[in-house]
Every structure is written in C-alpha cells, then in structure tokens.
C-alpha cells in the first residue's frame, strides 16, 4: 500500500507559478506510476500529467501542456507538479495518484489505485 500526502497549493495572481509535492510512503516506486489530477467544483476530475517512475516517461493533459512540469526525486520519493503561467481556470484541489504495473498512457482516474486527500490551488484573475 502507497500512502500520498500532498502540499504546496495555495493562492496565486494569474500569471504566477506554484509548485506542488507529493511526499509517498510504504513502498518503493520503482514499478509505479505516479499522477496528478485535479477537480474543480461543480466539475469531474480532469487528468494533469502522469510519469513512470522508473525512466521518467511523462505525460500531460492537452490542457497543461506547456505550463505544467511533472517530475520525481528517487532519493525523497516525492512527485512534483511546477505550474507556471497559471489561469483562473487552474483553480481546483489537486490529487496525487499512484497505480502500479505495466506502464501505460491513461487520463483515467479509476486507473490510478492510491490518492492522496488533496491541496487546494486558488488562481485569481
């Protein structure tokens, strides 16, 4: 079992940047792969971006391309998420999600078998 907690959200002009963490715990990722999803309200939760954990191999959202980075650090088994250029339409809690075995590209939710509780990302305009 993973356990995710994640932190960096926060209030932030449009324009701006955030970093997001998501620190993992209980096992070793090596044959994971990690999320980030996001749910605004009144909205189904949309996918950000997705990396293997072994080799790095990342995906987006169309939506973040371009903005978004995701990456890893093996050593602290944190994921991050650095948003940069954020939109009003960025506001939403932010969930990091684990899924292990074969790699994949999904934008699915019910994919991904462990989520963290959430940080809330404010964007103003």
């Known amino acids: 079992q993973v356990q995710l907690v994640e932190s960096g959200g926060g209030l932030v002009q449009a324009g701006g940047s955030l970093r997001l963490s998501c620190a993992a715990s209980?096992?070793?990722?090596?044959?994971?792969?990690m999320g980030w999803f996001r749910q605004a309200p009144g909205k189904e939760r949309d996918f950000v971006a997705s990396?293997?954990?072994?080799?790095?191999?990342?995906y987006y959202g169309d939506s973040v391309k371009g903005r978004f980075t995701i990456s890893k650090d093996n050593a602290r088994n944190t994921l991050y998420l650095q948003m940069n250029s954020l939109k009003p339409e960025d506001t939403a809690v932010y969930f990091c999600?684990?899924?292990?075995?074969?790699?994949?590209?999904?934008?699915?939710?019910?994919?991904?078998?462990?989520w963290g509780r959430g940080t809330q990302v404010t964007v103003s305009s």
């Open positions: 990396i293997k954990w072994l080799g790095s191999i990342t």
């Open positions: 209980g096992r070793t990722l090596s044959s994971y792969t």
């Open positions: 999600a684990a899924r292990m075995g074969s790699y994949y590209q999904t934008k699915r939710g019910d994919d991904y078998a462990y």
